[in-house]
């Protein structure tokens, strides 16, 4: 017999299947937990659920190893684009010359957004936050585009969606930030690459004559691939749970570019960056803070610092780390932060705390200081990183619902009051 885990519950024993992945990853299946025993596990931030079975993203946390569709990290960064990987890991292999062609000829010639789409920006306060202008718009093609896309049945309409999110999301991006700024708008221009483009939308003033900087977009285009998909994440997870209840694409992503916002997840690139500069500004000394952030009754954490399933380096991080270093030489910036940033790296990585926990630098701790060299604003961080994880939420939604998985939809354990009897308000 194949291998099972054996239970035994009020002296009855039961067997589940174990499920082996490609990776000879071990799962218990409990499906028929609840059927079978009356039983239902409980596993807070799901640390040990299995919410899925997918084939888009490899990760092993242990031995700091990332892959797409079987395809490395090192290698996709430093060999491929970005919208060759968007079309991996949506499609499942790398295009061909001919689909590569088509699919950016797409998404280059989608660009354009509903003119009345800009009322909604005009709506918007000049300080909001651009993360929440992008989730609300993103939400809005559901309106501009209401026709029902169903991935088992019309290819037209999916692979139409599909494009428009990809080539519209550095449009409404750039815009969020010049809603920001008060500043007029830049239409998008179809010669520029995709990571050019953006940087056109946000930087291009009627004033002068500017032209996007190669080194510049080859490095968000790096960085976009870096954060293309990364498995069962917090706004990965928000993707498929929310589109398992066959809500609308543009929906789905709309909910994931709000989980991702928050300061434990993506929002901690801007986060590293703000204790970066309150380090500095504050005179520089790193262990004060260290000392902070291994004291209990302090809220304070090493932003940057830890992982829920990596417990080596950060592959991300290690290319984003060498990847900051050439750009900085190559743009001729020096920037104190990064210098900062290195010594608190050093500090904490022999520090008892941080090596006992296994807490290591991730994604977002040098991430920043490459987008501040290249004059991104801080605010617009968290932006930047959904930009780059659009394909791998895009991917993962259609994954789910091509496999029909049913919606999601936990259990509990109550802990509240028994049944009480009512009383009305004359006798209270
Ligand atoms: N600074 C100080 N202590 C930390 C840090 C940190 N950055 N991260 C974890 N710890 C400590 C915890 O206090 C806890 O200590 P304890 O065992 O003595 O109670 C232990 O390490 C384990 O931490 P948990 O919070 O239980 O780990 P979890 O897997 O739930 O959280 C997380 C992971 C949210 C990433 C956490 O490490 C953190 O808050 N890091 C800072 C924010 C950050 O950089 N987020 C970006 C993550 S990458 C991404 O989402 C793109």
Redesign the pocket.
Known sequence: MSEFAEITLGGQSYKFPVVTGTENEKAIDISNLRSDTGYITIDR?YKNTGSTQSAITFLDGENGILRYRGYSIEDLAEKSNFLEVAYLLIYGELPTQEQYKNFTYEITTHTLVNEDMKKIFDGFPVNAHPMGVLSSLVCSLSAFYPMPVNPLSDRTYLDLSIVRLLAKMPTIAAWSYKNSQGHAVNYPKNKYSYAENFLHMMFALPVDDYEPDPVVANALDKLFILHADHEQ??STSTVRLVGSSHATLYSAISASICALWG????G?NQKVIEMLERIHQDGGDISKYVDK??D?DSDF????????VYKNFDPRAKIIKKAADEVLESLGVDDPLLDIAKQLEEIALRDEYFVE?K?YP???FYSGIIYKALNIPVNMFTVMFAMGRLPGWIAQWLEMRQNREPIGRPRQVYTGANHKEYQSLDKR
């Open positions: 931030g994440n917090c300061p434990l997840h993506g901690a952030a291994k209990k954490r090493l932003m940057g610092f830890g992982h829920r926990r807490l991730n994604v977002d």
